[in-house]
């Protein structure tokens, strides 16, 4: 199983500042297989980039994602109030057995 | 529009069965795979397992694997996340996801297993 290991835990930012989310594989991706979620309390998980670096539709180009083979990064420009909640990565090999990170909580300074 | 509609809450009590549905629409049911996923109160995202609505084939992460059975309706575009045997430890948040990545997500169903 390829374990997703995402840092900080948490993050204590502030609205207008910059965010920056890691997302360790304990295995090189191949393809950059990996995906970026939002979840909003009571919510379901929203995806915000896919294949390392893709903006889902929809998603602002304040979200952007970047990294190859282990290490992964989500940045969050210019933060908005509606920001501050929890962002996930995962990974979906094509062996079909995906799995998340333990999830960074973005909250306000 | 791709729409995943779960079926509703649930509270069962330990050791009985339960099986839980989502209904998938706006886009080819059998030609993307549809998974689950687990979030206990208050903790994070665990993928549970992923069925290809074609020919079933069905992939199972370890820790789940023989705890519970994903299947399908093809005639009916759904999908099933079914345990024969509900613990407390099973109460959680689950849903549906289409594809990979998990681009669509069901609204969740929220199991609640208690004596």
């Known amino acids: 199983e390829i374990v997703l290991t995402q840092s900080p835990g948490t993050v204590s930012l502030s609205p207008g500042e910059t965010a920056i989310l890691s997302c360790r594989a304990s295995q090189s991706l191949s393809g950059n297989l990996l995906a970026w979620f939002q979840q909003k309390p009571g919510q379901a998980p929203r995806l915000l980039i896919y294949g390392a670096s893709t903006r889902a539709t929809g998603v602002p180009d304040r979200f952007s994602g970047s990294g190859s083979g282990t290490d992964f990064t989500l940045t969050i420009s210019r933060l908005e109030p509606e920001d501050f909640v929890v962002y996930y990565c995962?990974?979906?090999?094509?062996?079909?057995?995906?799995?998340f990170g333990q999830g960074t909580k973005l909250e306000i300074k | 529009e791709v729409q995943l509609v779960q079926s509703g809450a649930e509270v069962k009590k330990p050791g009985e069965s339960l099986k839980i549905s989502c209904q998938a629409s706006?886009?080819?049911?059998?030609?993307?795979?549809i998974g689950w996923v687990r979030q206990k109160p208050g903790k994070g995202l665990e993928w549970m397992g992923i069925?290809?609505?074609?020919?079933?084939?069905?992939r199972y992460r370890t820790s789940f694997q023989g705890r519970v059975t994903i299947s399908v309706d093809k005639s009916i575009s759904t999908a099933y996340l079914e345990w024969r045997s509900l613990q407390a430890s099973d109460t959680a948040m689950y849903y549906c996801a289409r594809g990979g990545p998990t681009s669509h997500w069901g609204q969740g169903t929220l199991v609640t297993v208690s004596s």
């Open positions: 995962q990974q979906y090999d094509t062996s079909r057995l995906y799995t």
């Open positions: 069925i290809y609505p074609a020919d079933s084939d069905t």
């Open positions: 706006g886009y080819t049911f059998i030609s993307s795979w």
